[in-house]
């Protein structure tokens, strides 16, 4: 006779733990659809966005979690006006502040059916659909940069993540000693996740050569060459030179080719920080500036930046790609049942993440809607933005170029028509209108530093825009400028 414990037992398992009725998701799914919807279609009318301090926002949102679900309708309203509505929208036309993501409605379509498919992306055995996926995105990315086969890399959160990878993929070769000694080779115009990469994985300060760029911002080869010389004088072990291609502050791109000449007569491993500007490759011109790309050991991408693709959508290409496995790869007993057959991969022996979710499905997904040439036009769009604002501010009477357009960046400074300030009060003044600019809520336009002066930059990533955005957004900054040099 079974023990009555036992049919207790089962039958409270007997069913499952339904959380909504039957025609729930439907409904709901039609109504945030339609609110998708209404905001794609209409983002270039709004303002480009607000924000409130932290204990306005505890006022609006900190609450308990609740015992009972609510209204799905009064949930959404709640995200639109509370959360959306205290953000600034990346999407935005007018967003030319750092260098954030415009995505296109094929990949955010994507994106909705990763998440219902939950597929998980870390093993072959799990998933080899979403692997293959995988697979066949980082192979275009390969064949845009004219890497060999033999590369491998991975999709990650972000730049910071892919950059991370690398420096201890590269670092796996060296001996302790080696790595109590060795020196990363990097511009003074570097991306700060460089920094915070080196530190994770245990460099000092001291192993950290920040070296002087040109007139154009770009790595000087001479002063590489000079350093490593006298790091070698010093008994020192010259490991890593990280090159950008397309920097955050100006978009402009190192001498690459010469940079891996010298990589290769050192015998050091060459890492190209391409997150920003790797999809100029799709041009011609793009493939003549970036010449040499393709003699790197690793590269980052940011599909997430320049590739029209939701957030997050990192990536990381290595030359020698079996060096990935070696690196990460972990036997733990409970992963003995998905070690993967020669011919297959597991993404999560590649990188840092076990639990990875399925991100090359939107890159996927929309480069095949879309085609590759519709990302041609996207970037040669937004080079041709970059080149007219330029054009524009050159021409208004009040305002200093500080980096003429290179890719789709150029900065500039207003300086004031009929009166004369000191250095100082000139940089306190683009600041302010910056910041007038941004509580108008017409555009986002951030500020920084080159050759110690403070400078606004504009960064086109958006498909959005258009040149008459661009002639309203220098409109305004004249006009904020003209008004506030008195009070400067």
């Given at each position: 006779m079974?023990?009555?414990?036992?049919e207790h037992?089962?039958?409270?398992?007997?069913?499952?733990i339904v959380p909504?009725a039957?025609?729930?998701?439907?409904?709901?799914?039609?109504?945030a659809?339609?609110?998708?919807l209404?905001?794609y279609?209409h983002?270039?009318?709004?303002?480009?966005?607000?924000t409130k301090?932290?204990?306005?926002?505890?006022?609006?949102?900190?609450?308990?979690p609740?015992?009972?679900?609510?209204?799905?309708?009064?949930i959404?309203?709640?995200f639109q006006?509370?959360?959306?509505g205290?953000?600034?929208?990346?999407?935005?036309?007018?967003?030319?502040?750092?260098?954030?993501?415009?995505p296109t409605?094929a990949?955010?379509?994507?994106?909705?059916?990763?998440?219902?498919a939950?597929?998980?992306a870390g093993?072959?055995?799990?998933?080899a659909?979403?692997a293959e996926?995988?697979?066949?995105?980082l192979?275009?990315?390969?064949?845009?940069?004219?890497l060999p086969t033999?590369?491998?890399?991975?999709?990650?959160?972000?730049?910071?993540?892919?950059?991370?990878?690398?420096?201890?993929?590269a670092r796996?070769?060296l001996?302790?000693?080696?790595?109590?000694?060795c020196?990363?080779?990097v511009?003074e115009h570097?991306?700060?996740?460089?920094d915070?990469g080196?530190?994770?994985?245990?460099?000092r300060?001291?192993q950290i050569r920040s070296?002087p760029?040109?007139?154009?911002y770009?790595?000087?080869v001479?002063?590489?060459e000079?350093a490593?010389?006298a790091?070698?004088?010093?008994?020192?072990?010259?490991?890593?030179?990280?090159a950008?291609a397309?920097?955050?502050?100006?978009?402009?791109v190192?001498p690459l080719?010469?940079?891996?000449?010298?990589?290769?007569?050192?015998?050091?491993?060459?890492h190209?920080?391409a997150?920003?500007?790797w999809?100029m490759?799709?041009?011609?011109e793009g493939?003549?500036?970036?010449a040499?790309?393709?003699?790197?050991?690793?590269?980052?991408?940011?599909?997430?930046?320049?590739f029209?693709?939701p957030f997050e959508?990192?990536?990381l290409l290595?030359?020698?790609?079996?060096l990935?496995?070696?690196t990460f790869?972990?036997?733990?007993?409970?992963?003995q049942?998905v070690?993967?057959?020669?011919?297959?991969?597991n993404?999560?022996?590649?990188g840092i993440a076990?639990?990875?979710r399925?991100?090359?499905?939107?890159?996927?997904?929309?480069v095949?809607?879309?085609?590759?040439?519709?990302?041609?036009?996207?970037?040669?769009?937004n080079?041709?933005?970059?080149?007219?604002?330029?054009?524009l501010?050159r021409?208004?009477?009040?305002?200093?170029v500080t980096s003429?357009?290179?890719?789709?960046?150029?900065?500039f400074r207003y300086?004031?028509?009929?009166c004369?300030i000191g250095?100082?009060?000139?940089?306190?003044?683009?600041?302010?209108?910056?910041a007038?600019?941004?509580?108008?809520?017409?555009?986002?336009?951030?500020?920084t530093?080159?050759h110690?002066?403070?400078?606004?930059?504009?960064?086109?990533v958006n498909?959005?825009t258009?040149?008459?955005?661009?002639?309203?957004?220098?409109a305004?900054?004249?006009?904020i400028?003209d008004?506030?040099?008195?009070?400067?």
């Open positions: 079974p023990d009555p414990s036992f037992l089962r039958s409270a398992c007997a069913t499952p909504h039957p025609d729930w998701p439907r409904e709901v799914s039609l109504e659809l339609e609110a998708i209404c905001d279609e983002l270039d009318k709004t303002p480009i966005g607000r301090s932290r204990p306005e926002m505890e006022c609006l949102l900190h609450e308990p609740p015992e009972d679900g609510r209204d799905f309708s009064h959404l309203g709640e006006s509370k959360v959306v205290n953000s600034f929208r990346p999407s935005h036309p007018r967003f030319w502040a750092f260098i954030a993501s415009a409605f990949s955010i379509l994507a994106e909705f059916l990763a998440a219902n939950n597929l998980f093993v072959w055995k799990e998933a659909g979403a996926v995988e697979l066949v995105v192979d275009w990315f390969r064949h845009f940069l004219s033999g590369t491998l890399g991975l999709l990650t959160g972000g730049g910071s993540e892919a950059t991370l990878t690398a420096l201890t993929v796996e070769s001996s302790f000693d080696g790595r109590s000694r020196v990363l080779y511009s570097r991306h700060w996740s460089v915070r080196a530190k994770i994985i245990g460099l300060p001291d070296l760029c040109d007139a154009d770009r790595m000087r001479d002063g590489l000079h490593i010389t790091d070698l004088a010093r008994g020192l072990l010259p490991w890593l030179v990280l950008n397309g920097t955050t502050n100006t978009g402009s190192d080719a010469d940079i891996a000449a010298v990589c290769a007569r050192h015998r050091l491993w060459l190209v920080d997150a920003y500007g999809p490759v799709l041009l011609e493939k003549r500036l970036f040499g790309v393709e003699q790197a050991d690793s590269i980052t991408l940011d599909p997430h930046k320049w029209a693709q959508a990192g990536c290595v030359r020698r790609g079996e990935l496995a070696k790869t972990m036997r733990p007993e409970y992963m049942d070690i993967p057959r020669e011919d297959e991969i993404f999560c022996d590649q076990l639990t990875r399925f991100r090359a499905l939107k890159i996927w997904m929309s095949k809607l879309l085609g590759v040439g519709w990302y041609r036009r996207l970037i040669a769009h080079c041709a933005l970059a080149r007219y604002a330029e054009a501010v021409t208004a009477g009040c305002f200093e003429a357009a290179k890719l789709s960046i150029v900065c300086v004031p028509r009929d004369a250095d100082a009060e000139l940089d306190t003044l683009q600041q302010a209108i910056a007038e600019l941004l509580a108008s809520g017409l555009a986002f336009v951030s500020t530093r080159l110690g002066q403070t400078t606004l930059r504009f960064c086109f498909w959005r258009t040149a008459a955005d661009v002639d309203e957004v220098v305004a900054i004249a006009s400028g008004r506030m040099t008195c009070i400067v």
